[in-house]
């Protein structure tokens, strides 16, 4: 067998790498999510109400529901982070080229591309690294996939495409 043969297809090479990418992209987005929300959600409550409430006021009512918010960013940043990390695991496992892990992959993929997207919803109180971060999650997310089912040469591909080239 050539040389050649034995590499892993470009393609298989090329999802993992931009699966690795939107797995990290996911990651960064839920951790700067988390850590910079509840500043960005005090400051966008502030921004709108602007100083028409008192200190007092402000501490009583508008607290609670500045932490409901932030428990609710945190929530999606979490399910985030554990999506993409599992992305990163079996981005690394696609190199054997199997079907099922293929599979696996894509459909984690596709839920990777929600959950960031879930996270970019905030928009307006989210800082905008976790925003730029779930935009890449989503976009590198719908890149990978197509890469996953092109056809394998060599080694990888079918033993009837392998037959008929010898």
Known sequence: M?????SRPGALKAARILA????????TAGVAAIAGGKEAIRQFVTDTVGGSLSGEL???????????????VVT??????AVAALVAVLALAVGSAKRSVRV???VLLIVNMVTSGLLGTETEVLPDLALFGAFLAVVLSIAT????????VGRYGSRRAWKAKA
């Open 104 to 106: 696996l992959l894509a």
């Open 76 to 81: 999606k940043s979490s399910i985030a982070i």
């Open 145 to 152: 996939v197509p890469f996953l089912f092109t056809r394998a």
């Open 58 to 72: 402000f501490q009583t009512f508008i607290e609670k529901e500045l932490e409901s918010a932030y428990s609710l």
């Open 20 to 27: 690795l990418l939107a797995a990290a992209s996911g990651i």
């Open 2 to 6: 050539p040389a050649e043969d034995r």
